[in-house]
Every structure is written in C-alpha cells, then in structure tokens.
C-alpha cells in the first residue's frame, strides 16, 4: 500500500480527489483542526463520497445543538451514503426506521434493511442479527453462525464471542441462512411475566426481560463512549459531574442507535405501558465499586424548565446487564425495597402517582458496588412523545 504525503494528499485533493479529501478530512481531524477537517469533508461529500456523506449525516445526528431540527437533513445524507455503498449508514437508516423516525415501514423496512447490509457482508449488521437471534433463543445455530463470520473482523462481535464462550455457549459457522434467520425474526414472542414489587411506589419486576447476549450486545458496544455521568445543576441548569452520581454511562440517542438498542428500548417502553416514542434515550451505565447514584427522584420538579419543555417523566425503566457483582441494588428508601436484579430482569417503577402528580415514595438509589462491575440500561419516559 502507498502512503502518500500531506503535500501529495492536498495536490489530490484540490483536485477534486473524493478520497483524497476524505483522508485529508481524517487527518486535520486527528490533528483537532475542525475547520479543515470540515472543509474537505464537505468537498468529498459534495462528491458523492459514502463515507464522507456517513460522517457528516452521523455528526449531524449526534450534534449538541440542532440535532433535532437537522434530524431530515441528516436521514437524508444517510440515505445518499446508503445509496453509494456506505453500509455504516443503511444499518443505523435501519435502526432509525425500527425506531419510527426515518420513513414509514417500523421493523419489517428496518429488517429489510439489515438483511441487505448483511447479504453485502456487513459484519456489524450481523452481529446485531445474532443478538436479536439470541434473545429468542441463545444456541440458536443462525445467531451462533452469524456472530461467528462476524468475529473474523468485527472487535465487538470477537468480544461478544468471548463471551459466550466463557458462559459455555457455541459460535461457531455453519451453513446459515439469512432467509431463516430473519424469518425467525418475524415471529410472535410469548408476553413477559410481571411480578408486582410494591403498590407505593409502584414497582414491577419482569424476570428475563432480556437474553444475556442482547444484554451484553448493550454493555459491549457501549463501552468505549463511556463518560462520567452527570447531574443537571438547578442554579444554571447545565448537567455538571457531581458526586452524587458517579458511574459512567452512555446515552444511546440516534446518532448512537443500534438494532438491538432500539429493540431492548422498544422492549421495556412496552414493559412500563407506554408508547416507545415517549422514552429518552436508552441510557447503559457502568458503575465499579464505589460508584453510585445517591437518593433522588427521577420526577422533575416545579422549578424545573425541561418539565414545561419535554414533559413529566413519568416512569422508569431499568434493564440489570449482569450479575454477580457486590453491593450495588436499586434501593427504594421508603418502604425500604432492595433490589438486585439477575442479568435480564428489568424493573418498572411510577415516579407519580395516578393523578400524575410527583410520587416522593419513589425516591431511589443505587448503592455503592462492593465488588465487581454493575451495568445497567436505564429508560426515562414522558408524559408525552419525547423530541430529543
Ligand atoms: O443504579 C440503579 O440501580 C438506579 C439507577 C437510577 O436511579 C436511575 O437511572 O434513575
């Protein structure tokens, strides 16, 4: 392979070299220089360059400010991308078509779409399609196969294999079928038994709400984005660390969204009886041992602007990724309930009451870890559809 030299990369590129702009994007990126990082990325976009246009819809997708306003713009750079073989952008158009925000179609589109960009040997799409599989059933050879190729280039399929290895489970290829695979995809699912917790606060548990792989697939992926998790500071309303709240997490909004994300929110909004669009973005924590999440409600208050903004948040939901960690339950002060979920049980509680008002009795934490790591996905949801 030759390397070229900045200098030859900038002749290129001001000649209306896709690629070559593209990579010099790359590097003035590398090298925190936004502005030319952002000026030859929008000369390759221009060009028709896929990974160009994926980069750019992505950043719009995942921008602080203007996010939601620039949602179509950025779902029609997806599509552009998609169109000229970036697979990157047909997987997360298929999430955000799962998720109803791209176009009509939900989940069978959605399908469509992932199966395409694995019959094109996409292998994050088929590591999403094996945690799916999974979660149905977890020796299931299709899942097991999938995961397999995938792992031959995907590092978070090769970590997912690991893993199952280390549970006593098979990846490994045999002749897969893509038709069978996705039609088990289609199929009805039994309802998820609910045990009531408490009636104040309301509480209610699923035990396997999820398969481990699913879980994992979460915890996983979401690893490397992990930053210190944050506290909204009432005198100025900016999110700030605080020592009341110290694991670490990673908000799965759109920009961010996977298959099995949106399946796993999608799950748990139907678990808390509300309509998925009211839930914010799925949110996977990790907390090693001494971390924690001191008291606090998850309502918000009187005096806070988001609730006139975004609405109440009226329940949530929490989905345990593992186990056999020390210390670390959800704990409901008063009545004094400690839970500790088992990997896959979820747990839904009402932050109000039934006239909507602030239930105080909600009022939760979660304990320090002793010992090991606890990771955990957590679903706030609204009042009302949630605008991002
Ligand atoms: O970590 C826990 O068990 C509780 C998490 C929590 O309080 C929340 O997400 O609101």
Request: with cysteine; net charge negative.
């Amino acid at each position: 392979m030759t390397v070229l030299t900045t200098a030859e990369l900038e002749r290129l590129a001001q000649a209306d070299d896709a690629e070559a702009q593209y990579a010099l994007a790359a590097q003035f990126a590398q090298a925190q220089q936004a502005d030319e990082a952002k000026y030859w990325l929008e000369r390759s976009a221009a060009l028709g360059h896929p990974d160009a246009l994926f980069t750019l819809a992505g950043g719009l997708l995942t921008a602080s400010e203007g996010a939601v306003e620039r949602r179509p713009e950025a779902i029609a750079g997806l599509r552009e991308a998609a169109a000229r073989g970036s697979l990157a952008a047909l997987r997360i158009l298929a999430a955000l078509t799962a998720a109803g925000v791209a176009g009509e179609g939900g989940w069978p589109v959605a399908l469509g779409m992932l199966r395409e960009a694995c019959e094109r040997g996409d292998a994050a799409a088929m590591r999403e399609v094996a945690a799916l599989l999974f979660d149905r059933e977890p020796d299931d050879e299709d899942g097991a196969s999938l995961l397999a190729n995938a792992a031959e280039t995907d590092r978070f399929a090769a970590a997912l294999a690991s893993r199952r290895a280390h549970r006593g489970r098979r990846t490994a290829k045999s002749a897969t079928s893509l038709e069978r695979a996705f039609t088990k995809l289609t199929e009805e699912r039994d309802e998820i038994a609910s045990e009531q917790v408490s009636l104040a606060p309301k509480i209610v548990r699923f035990r396997g709400a999820a398969g481990i792989d699913l879980c994992d697939h979460l915890a996983v992926t979401a690893l490397p984005r992990l930053r210190r998790q944050e506290i909204v500071d009432p005198r100025d309303n900016i999110a700030k660390p605080h020592p009341h709240r110290t694991a670490w997490g990673a908000g799965l909004g759109f920009g961010f969204a996977d298959i099995p994300s949106v399946f796993a929110s999608q799950r748990l909004a139907r678990l808390a009886r509300l309509p998925h669009e009211h839930g914010e973005a799925l949110t996977i924590l990790r907390y090693r041992p001494g971390e924690q999440y001191h008291p606090h409600h998850d309502f918000l208050g009187p005096n806070d602007p988001d609730l006139y903004v975004h609405g109440q948040r009226i329940r949530t939901a929490l989905l345990y990724l593992n186990e056999g960690f020390i210390g670390g339950e959800t704990h409901f002060l008063a009545p004094n309930i400690k839970f500790a979920g088992r990997s896959g049980d979820a747990l839904v509680f009402h932050n109000v009451d039934d006239a909507g008002a602030p239930d105080v009795s909600a009022r939760h934490a979660g304990l320090p870890v002793l010992r090991g790591e606890k990771w955990l996905a957590s679903l706030w949801l609204r009042d009302r559809p949630f605008a991002g």
